[in-house]
């Protein structure tokens, strides 16, 4: 079983700044096959990023992936105030298919 | 546009069973898989389990293996998750979820989910 480790487990930051949240799977993960999501309170999450780097249908671009094997990374270029959420990374490479636990985002 | 609920969802007491359903519409049920995914309250997501389009393939966590059995009655475009031995560890949204074609997929689209509490 692959585990996701995500860090840090919070981020403070300020609208306009530039967010880098981190997903490292204690094994490589089979062809990137690596998700990024994002959930506000109440809400079911939101798919953002597919394959590392593929952004969602309609998710801005603002919004970025990148890594691979077992390091990836979801940059948020300039945050606006909708972005303060969780975020999940997931593995689909290989079941059982496993989200990290969370990265919540907050307004500093 | 994909719509999924989920219904079936409530307080049921430990060592109990429940069946929850997902009715699927707006797209061609019978050639995706599909998947649960549920939260306990305050937590993070747990994947729980896959059922491929013909519900000829099956996959579970750990956690649920042998107690949780994944379904699908394609004529009716509705996902079920049958739920034996319940325990206060299974209180959850639960959420079903679909992503591409394939089982190894990332989840394009979730349901609105629904809450099972597991007490006595």
């Known amino acids: 079983e692959i585990v996701l480790t995500q860090s840090p487990g919070t981020l403070s930051l300020s609208p306009g700044e530039r967010a880098t949240l981190s997903c490292r799977a204690s094994q490589s993960v089979n062809s990137n096959y690596l998700a990024w999501y994002q959930q506000k309170p109440g809400q079911a999450p939101r798919l953002l990023i597919y394959?590392?780097?593929s952004r969602a249908t309609g998710i801005p671009d603002r919004f970025s992936g990148s890594g691979s094997g077992t390091d990836f990374t979801l940059t948020i270029s300039r945050l606006e105030p909708e972005d303060f959420a969780v975020y999940y990374c997931?593995?689909?490479?290989?079941?059982?298919?496993?989200f990290g636990q969370g990265t919540k985002l907050e307004i500093k | 546009q994909v719509l999924l609920v989920e219904s079936g969802g409530g307080v049921v007491q430990p060592g109990r069973t429940l069946r929850l359903s997902c009715a699927a519409s707006g797209f061609t049920f019978s050639s995706y898989a599909m998947h649960w995914v549920r939260q306990a309250p305050g937590k993070g997501l747990e994947w729980v389990a896959v059922i491929s389009y013909d519900g000829s393939n099956k996959y579970y966590a750990d956690s649920v293996k042998g107690r949780f059995t994944i379904s699908r009655d394609n004529s009716k475009n509705t996902l079920y998750l049958e739920m034996n031995s319940l325990g206060a560890d299974d209180t959850a949204v639960y959420y079903c979820?679909?992503?591409?074609?394939?089982?190894?997929?990332?989840?394009?689209?979730w349901g609105q989910g629904t809450l099972v509490t597991v007490s006595s």
């Open positions: 997931q593995q689909y490479g290989s079941s059982p298919y496993s």
């Open positions: 394959g590392a780097s």
């Open positions: 979820a679909r992503g591409v074609v394939v089982i190894a997929s990332y989840f394009h689209y």
